[in-house]
């Protein structure tokens, strides 16, 4: 059998946003409505929650599925696609 050895005075665990790092974070969905229909970004949604932009991103769209109606974020730093364009330059692409 090991030992295990625990330190006292060990330092505190790394938190981000007030809340520890590598631990899930569970947020009803009320008050996820109030900080998504409040952020200004997913990014700002995802710190104010301590989860990753794209766990937010997922859980606005399960909800939007149920019939909540929360707003859309634009696109942060992705520009708009013109499929047209890109359908033809692929046709460019293949000669």
């Not at 996820?32 to 990014?43: L, Y």
């Not at 859309?72 to 330059?89: E, H, I, S, T, V």
Request: contains cysteine; glycine residues 10%; proline residues 6%.
């Amino acid at each position: 059998m090991k030992e295990v050895l625990v330190s006292k005075g060990s330092s505190p665990v790394p938190k981000k946003n007030g809340r520890p790092l590598g631990r899930k974070t569970t947020m009803s969905a009320e008050e996820f409505v109030k900080v998504w229909q409040g952020g200004t970004s997913v990014r700002d949604v995802a710190e104010q929650c301590g989860l990753s932009g794209e766990s937010v991103r997922e859980r606005a769209v399960r909800l939007r599925k149920k019939g909540v109606p929360l707003k859309k974020f634009p696109n942060a730093g992705r520009p708009f696609l013109d499929y047209a364009d890109l359908a033809k330059l692929a046709k460019e692409c293949a000669k």
